[in-house]
């Protein structure tokens, strides 16, 4: 007989001694231990299979209670091995340590688990364990190794590879954020820190009520690398100085800290979304709330407090404030901050992002779809502080007159935002109802009057036609401009050398699609130059149109424009465009007879804070209150032109004269091109790729995402790769950030453009993380 340590010398024995009087034999061998397999299987077989054959004699009544004596102690030995630990540090039972951290409680707890136990079963024995009478709904496991959340409570331990090292932690989802707004004042906040990122920005932008979040996304704060490393209490104490004025919960309320998610009980409105039945929320007027904060932010958290203080514009009370910040002094710089975007594909967690951080909310895509004042206060306020602030922190280049004409705008809408909460009221009824605009226009139109909307004849395509002086650079030549007669159709400029040659073979011909287009205006010295670059097969190449005055200059302008995008001059967004430009170059005009301005105005103004550094520079020999008292004056003038328009319509003219600007809407990466020695910018805006030279920002060549075929990334090496049509393959590495983010920005604004004014429209965020992930 074989010994009781042997795999099958129980269970044969046993086996042997009952197969007379039980159906069904014993199996010849067992392939498990001794100890785990065969005293479960000899109780299976006395207590369930026993089916007696014949009355049993005394000599098998005996075998039988051999049989079950011989069960009890085998399980009386397994009893006993469960404590046992087996040298690779599992026990005898088959089980293993699993430590987990409880953040909450500072405490380390040690379960005894399989590798066949699911998630929300270690949960379970978790907080059984514990014994601690608590909400732990709102918990997770983390694991800190792999930097992984363990969401999928149905997976077990063998599928999620955690073994018997590894360190979890059972802590909240949703953990404490110091969140930067555009406009620079921090809110604290609750954000879920499992979500992925563009679902956490998601969340925040309907709890603030700003619509199409799809354009924002979280920063993480730059360095600036001109000053030394402070202590952590130094930085905190510069941020205090801006936290947000106002309250944004009910004082009393027991916390300031704003809870980002669905709260118990009730879901909360959706701004993000479109909805038919959509009624105006903001005058759009002064961007005043035309309804209790109740009705316009449903169930979130701001509707307990003061949510109306996100669309107010919060004024630079000194200008140490904006001498403290970073201010880029080069291209490069401008680049390296954009190292700090966040993976919208990640959770904040997996992104080494810890609790009480501050990060940046600001717009990510320079593509701002739909913006409409009776829906969008805040959205606009928050848009037109980002655009202030890069102005002020020359992130963005402009003239002194564009300098000027945009503090003529902050200090009226400083002004305005201070009266708007005495005067919302009283202005909100004049506010006419979109559908009864609608229902006026139509009245007319079937009655054969205008309407508001010019139409231009559709069965023609609108030409230009002016002589225009046209400049083409070349190296070591030193000729100016040389006056064409120039026709502008469809997208390409014909250059006679006179009106009488038109009809023949013109001298320079021109097609812009897919052209770089700069403005170069300078009011005060009557120069309205419009620089070109026209893609070819070798690179670009450079041509300057001087027109001769402002309207010639619009019509041009916005022309080549469109022409730039493969748009013609019948298209409905021309004459906007002209008006807007003329708009522009309108409030950059110094007043010839500017009116007398009270000494009490001009003490309200602190013009240090309405002008960048850079022009407060051009003045450092003359005296300090001199120089107060000059750029007062010219900002006044400028107001002149400016005075009559709301509070809104000055924010929208203000984002929009930003848009005009030359270098608006790039973000800068820099990258080492396939083929070449040195580091160079790849410039990403919503609708091409540039390559510029790193020292000027001078492009040199430009690629248009409608001409795009593909884009592909190699992880392993880090280069993106763009393919477009005409066989055109451009390869880059980016030197001082992760490939992810430029492979984001390309889908990210790829997405956009898919965007469509459906009043039912959804987010659809699967085809964003496909378009931006890269591995989904």
């Known amino acids: 007989m074989q010994t009781l340590g042997s795999p099958v010398g129980v269970a044969d024995c046993a086996g042997h001694c009952l197969q007379s009087n039980f159906c069904g034999s014993p199996p010849s061998g067992l392939s498990h231990s001794f100890v785990g397999c065969s005293w479960s299987w000899l109780g299976h077989l006395l207590f369930k299979d026993f089916v007696p054959r014949a009355p049993l004699s005394s000599s098998r009544s005996a075998t039988l209670l051999t049989a079950r004596r011989l069960l009890d102690s085998l399980q009386e030995g397994a009893m006993a091995l469960d404590g046992i630990r087996m040298p690779d540090g599992c026990y005898a039972d088959g089980t293993w340590e699993l430590s987990v951290h409880v953040t909450d409680l500072s405490r380390d707890v040690t379960l005894r688990v399989t590798g066949e136990v699911h998630i929300g079963g270690v949960m379970l024995k978790l907080v059984e364990k514990l014994d601690v009478k608590k909400d732990w709904s709102d918990h997770a496991l983390w694991w800190e190794k792999k930097r992984t959340w363990l969401l999928k409570t149905h997976w077990t ?8 090292d590894a360190k979890l932690q059972f802590t909240p989802q949703h953990k404490l954020l110091r969140l930067q707004l555009p406009n620079m004042k921090y809110v604290k906040v609750k954000v879920n820190f499992s979500d992925r990122v563009f679902k956490a920005v998601s969340d925040i932008c309907k709890t603030f009520n700003i619509r199409h979040p799809e354009e924002l996304s979280l920063l993480k704060k730059p360095r600036d690398p001109t000053k030394k490393k402070k202590k952590k209490l130094d930085d905190q104490s510069e941020d205090e100085a801006l936290e947000l004025e106002g309250p944004l919960i009910t004082p009393g309320s027991g916390t300031d800290v704003l ?44 509707s307990e407090g003061n949510p109306g203080i996100l669309a107010v514009s919060q004024p630079i009370t000194s200008p140490e404030i904006l001498a403290k910040m970073f201010k880029p002094q080069a291209l490069l710089d401008k680049a390296k901050i954009n190292q700090g975007w966040l993976d919208s594909s990640r959770s904040l967690m997996e992104q080494d992002v810890k609790e009480n951080e501050a990060l940046l909310l600001r717009f990510k895509y320079y593509s701002f779809f739909d913006l409409n004042p009776k829906y969008d206060a805040i959205r606009i306020n928050q848009l037109y502080e980002q655009a202030k602030w890069a102005i002020l922190l020359e992130e963005i280049e402009c003239t002194e007159e564009e300098m000027m004409m945009f503090a003529a705008l902050q200090y009226h809408i400083n002004k305005l935002s201070i009266m708007t909460s005495e005067n919302h009221l009283n202005n909100s009824d004049k506010e006419v109802d979109e559908v009864d605009a609608a229902l006026s226009d139509l009245e007319i139109t079937l009655e054969g009057g205008k309407t508001s909307t010019i139409l231009g004849d559709i069965t023609s395509i609108p030409e230009l036609a002016d002589y225009i002086k046209v400049f083409k650079p070349k190296k070591l030549t030193l000729k100016g401009y040389k006056q064409y007669w120039c026709t502008f159709k469809d997208t390409s400029i014909s250059c006679y050398k006179s009106k009488e040659e038109s009809s023949g073979t013109p001298a320079h011909q021109m097609n812009l699609r897919g052209c770089e287009v700069t403005p170069d205006v300078n009011i005060s010295g009557q120069k309205f130059n419009i620089k070109l670059l026209i893609p070819v097969a070798d690179g670009m190449n450079e041509i300057w149109l001087r027109c001769d005055n402002e309207k010639q200059y619009a019509h041009w302008m916005a022309a080549c424009r469109l022409a730039s995008k493969g748009k013609t001059m019948a298209d409905s967004s021309y004459n906007p465009e002209v008006q807007n430009i003329l708009s522009f170059l309108k409030m950059q005009h110094l007043n010839p007879d ?16 309405l002008v960048s550094p850079r022009y407060l520079k051009k003045y450092k020999n003359k005296q300090p209150g001199y120089i107060r008292d000059l750029i007062t004056a010219r900002i006044l003038e400028a107001h002149q032109n400016v005075a009559q328009m709301s509070l809104i319509e000055a924010k929208m003219r203000f984002i929009q004269a ?33 390559r510029m030279d790193a020292g000027t920002g001078d492009a040199i060549k430009t690629w248009r995402f409608s001409n795009m075929k593909q884009w592909n990334v190699n992880w392993e090496i880090k280069m993106v790769t763009v393919e477009f049509a005409d066989e055109v393959r451009l390869s880059f590495i980016c030197t001082e950030v992760d490939c992810k983010v430029v492979h984001e920005f390309i889908g990210g604004y790829i997405f956009l453009s898919t965007r469509a004014k459906d009043q039912n429209e959804s987010l659809d965020e699967e085809m964003f993380y496909k378009l931006t992930s890269g591995w989904v």
């Open 157 to 164: 331990l063998d599928k999620y590879g955690i073994q018997a």
């Open 259 to 302: 809870y980002i998610g669905p709260l118990k009980g009730s879901i909360y409105s959706s701004p993000g979304l479109y909805s038919k039945t959509m009624t105006p929320t903001y005058d759009a007027h002064d961007g005043s709330p035309l309804s209790p904060t109740s009705a316009w932010f449903g169930d979130s958290a701001l």
């Open 594 to 609: 500017p009116q007398f301005i009270p000494e009490q105005i001009t003490a309200d103004i602190n013009p240090e804070c």
């Open 658 to 690: 930003w848009q005009s600007l030359p270098e608006f809407g790039i973000t800068h990466f820099i990258a080492r091109f396939q083929g070449g020695k040195k580091e160079e910018l790849i410039g990403i805006a919503y609708n091409r790729l540039i």
